[in-house]
Every structure is written in structure tokens, then in C-alpha cells.
């Protein structure tokens, strides 16, 4: 993939700081506890490796391919990773702990359709146009974070939490949301799905209404 690294090859604790890994590929790899502060993936392809523990600070992951590729307990923290299909990856088996976070980094035009990915954060990050669709999202953390055009769609966001966030559009009906929290005034998004009829009555008109 570059100069110190190898196909098949294991990495322990090492720190990689402003290494250019774009359009290079590493094949059947395991990175575990190493950090990867201010490199550049873009295009790059991780197929077939293992990355436990893994920390990405201020990196650009953009349109990064991950074919096979597994994840455990890795941050991606104030980074781009935009236009990534974590579909691509292996999530047949259950992580030690939750397999990825993001904070403060930038998912646009990402996917993850279909994919179980129970317990994840992605806090204050923004995730325009991502697709989300019959994901398993279970206890997912979104607080913070600009949804605007992601798509859901019989995804299950039981006890999810949406507060803070904002421009979402989720339709109640064709999601799952049991137990899910979200605040005012963004929640009332929720309501748009529904076959109902909603009047602003504000303090001046209760207080004009005639007596009965």
C-alpha cells in the first residue's frame, strides 16, 4: 500500500501521522490499537483486513473501499469518510464491542443499507444523503448530527437517540422507533408521515378566545 506497509502483514500499536495511502491497496492486513492521524485514503482499498481498535483522527477516508474488511471497536473522529459503502464490509460476525464510531466527521453520500450496526455512535457528524435503509440500528447515537435527505426506511431505530439532531425525515410508520428519543422542535418531523390535521394556536389566541 505504501512504503512500510505489506499485504498479509500484522500492525501493533503503531501510529502512522501524514501518510498519503490514496488509490493504494492492502489486502488480508490486521491493524490492531494502531492510530492513523492527518493520512490520506482516499480511494484507497482495505480488502480483506482486520482493524480492531483502530483510531482515525483528521484523516480523509473519502470513497475508501473496504471489500471483506472487519471492523471492532474503531473511531473515526473528525475526519471525511464520504461516499464509503460499509455494505461491502463482513459484519457476519459479532464485533467484541460496537464496531465503529464517528464523531465530528463528515459521512455524506455514504450507505449502509441492510447492515447490523447495533450500539454505534456518530455524534455531531454530518450524514446528508446517507442511506440507512433496513438497517439495524439499534441503540444508535445520533445526537448533534445534519441528516438532511438521509433515507430511512423499515429501519429499525429502537431506542435510538435523535436529540439534537436535525433534518431528518422519519416516517414512524415505516420505521421502528420504540423507545427512540428525539426533541422538540426537530421531533415534529415525525408527525409530517401522519394522516392528521395540526393547528398552531399560540399564546395570543387562547388568550383572545371567548369563554365558554
Given at each position: 500500500m505504501s512504503p512500510g506497509l505489506e499485504h498479509s502483514a500484522r500492525y501493533d500499536g503503531e501510529t502512522f501521522e501524514g501518510v498519503d495511502f490514496s488509490g493504494k491497496i492492502l489486502e488480508s492486513s490486521t491493524f490492531t490499537d494502531c492510530t492513523f492521524i492527518r493520512c490520506q485514503f482516499m480511494d484507497a482499498t482495505l480488502s480483506h483486513c482486520r482493524l480492531i481498535n483502530v483510531v482515525f483522527d483528521h484523516c480523509n477516508l473519502s470513497v475508501l473501499h473496504v471489500p471483506g474488511s472487519t471492523?471492532?471497536?474503531?473511531?473515526?473522529?473528525?475526519?471525511?469518510?464520504?461516499?464509503?459503502?460499509?455494505?461491502?464490509?463482513?459484519?457476519?460476525?459479532?464485533?467484541?464491542?460496537?464496531?465503529?464510531?464517528?464523531?465530528?466527521?463528515?459521512?455524506?453520500?455514504?450507505?449502509?443499507?441492510?447492515?447490523?450496526?447495533?450500539?454505534?455512535?456518530?455524534?455531531?457528524?454530518?450524514?446528508?444523503?446517507?442511506?440507512?435503509?433496513?438497517?439495524?440500528?439499534?441503540?444508535?447515537?445520533?445526537?448533534?448530527?445534519?441528516?438532511?435527505?438521509?433515507?430511512?426506511?423499515?429501519?429499525?431505530?429502537?431506542?435510538?437517540?435523535?436529540?439534537?439532531?436535525?433534518?431528518?425525515?422519519?416516517?414512524?410508520?415505516?420505521?421502528?422507533?420504540?423507545?427512540?428519543?428525539?426533541?422538540?422542535?426537530e421531533a415534529l418531523s415525525l408527525l409530517y408521515a401522519l394522516d392528521i390535521e395540526i393547528d398552531d394556536i399560540n399564546d395570543d389566541s387562547r388568550t383572545n378566545a371567548e369563554p365558554r
Amino acid at each position: 500500500m505504501s512504503p512500510g506497509l505489506e499485504h498479509s502483514a500484522r500492525y501493533d500499536g503503531e501510529t502512522f501521522e501524514g501518510v498519503d495511502f490514496s488509490g493504494k491497496i492492502l489486502e488480508s492486513s490486521t491493524f490492531t490499537d494502531c492510530t492513523f492521524i492527518r493520512c490520506q485514503f482516499m480511494d484507497a482499498t482495505l480488502s480483506h483486513c482486520r482493524l480492531i481498535n483502530v483510531v482515525f483522527d483528521h484523516c480523509n477516508l473519502s470513497v475508501l473501499h473496504v471489500p471483506g474488511s472487519t471492523f471492532s471497536g474503531c473511531e473515526i473522529n473528525h475526519s471525511k469518510a464520504t461516499g464509503i459503502d460499509w455494505t461491502a464490509a463482513d459484519w457476519s460476525a459479532p464485533a467484541i464491542r460496537k464496531p465503529l464510531s464517528f464523531l465530528e466527521s463528515d459521512l455524506s453520500h455514504s450507505t449502509f443499507l441492510g447492515i447490523k450496526l447495533p450500539d454505534i455512535d456518530i455524534i455531531q457528524s454530518t450524514l446528508r444523503d446517507v442511506d440507512f435503509r433496513e438497517a439495524v440500528l439499534t441503540r444508535v447515537s445520533m445526537t448533534g448530527s445534519d441528516l438532511m435527505e438521509s433515507l430511512f426506511g423499515k429501519t429499525n431505530l429502537t431506542e435510538a437517540d435523535f436529540r439534537g439532531a436535525r433534518n431528518y425525515q422519519i416516517d414512524p410508520l415505516q420505521n421502528t422507533i420504540t423507545g427512540a428519543k428525539f426533541a422538540l422542535p426537530e421531533a415534529l418531523s415525525l408527525l409530517y408521515a401522519l394522516d392528521i390535521e395540526i393547528d398552531d394556536i399560540n399564546d395570543d389566541s387562547r388568550t383572545n378566545a371567548e369563554p365558554r
